[in-house]
């Protein structure tokens, strides 16, 4: 195989894998985003970031982006699962892929550098203590640990010059959290916007994360978006 033809190949995986991971992240959204438990449910949420991070790992995308997508793939394996144990395991697997999101875009970017721009961020980590810590029991210290994570990546994003598409990809996923944590912690389980908010939540969870990617995971971004 020549050089040429194996970029050819690379970007030919790179492109199936990708798409793989948007087919099984319809099909969650319209079959199991809102239903309980099961084998089929895990499965399938395995599939979008587990080919988003394969589709990374085949055209050498940034190491950190890679990791961050398998984290965040463990997290939603565990999310899937029933139970306390599989709930902190999920909890664990997103704080850590924040932390990873935060270290490479602050190496992107130069470092952590608080602007004007960051204050909403800033506002929206305080205001957590009003309407989420309250009702969080005995989680809310790791609770409170995930928003700091969050809104550093949402902060450490700001700095991502001409890379739009990861800035937003970033408070897409920030927006799907806070979505998850008024499910679990506000919403009663037979609550009408129940549905409504699962599948809302999940379509800017797999989008932000293929944003990220796409815009962040590899040296040029994968489309130009200003």
């Known amino acids: 195989m020549t050089f040429l033809e194996e970029i050819a190949l690379r970007q030919s995986l790179r492109a199936g894998l990708l798409l793989l991971g948007l087919l099984a992240a319809l099909l969650y959204a319209a079959v199991f985003c809102y ?35 398998l984290l965040s793939a463990v997290g939603d394996i565990a999310l899937s699962r029933p139970g306390r144990r599989a709930f902190l395991t999920g909890l664990v697997g997103f704080a850590a892929a924040h932390l990873v999101y935060v270290l490479h875009f602050a190496a992107l970017s130069g470092g ?22 309250p009702h969080t029991g005995d989680l ?38 806070t979505i998850l944590s008024l499910q679990l912690f506000r919403m009663g389980e ?9 599948v809302v939540l999940w379509g800017l969870y797999v989008g932000g994360q293929l944003a990220i990617l796409a815009g962040a995971g590899w040296a040029t971004p994968l489309f130009q978006f200003r």
Do not use: C, H, N
Request: hydrophobic fraction near 60%; proline fraction near 6%.
């Open 35 to 69: 239903r309980g438990p099961s084998g089929a449910k895990t499965l399938v949420k395995a599939v979008p970031l587990l080919s988003f991070a394969l589709a990374g790992l085949t055209t050498f995308a940034a190491p950190l982006v890679i990791v961050a997508l």
């Open 112 to 133: 952590v550098a608080l602007s004007l721009a960051a204050l909403p961020v800033v506002v929206f980590a305080l205001s957590t203590e009003r309407w989420l810590v």
């Open 140 to 177: 809310r210290w790791p609770v409170r640990v995930y928003v700091l994570l969050i809104s550093l990546m949402g902060i450490t994003a700001l700095g991502l010059e001409g890379r739009m598409l990861a800035m937003l990809g970033a408070f897409a996923f920030i927006a799907s959290d």
């Open 190 to 198: 037979g609550a009408r916007w129940q549905v409504p908010a699962s």
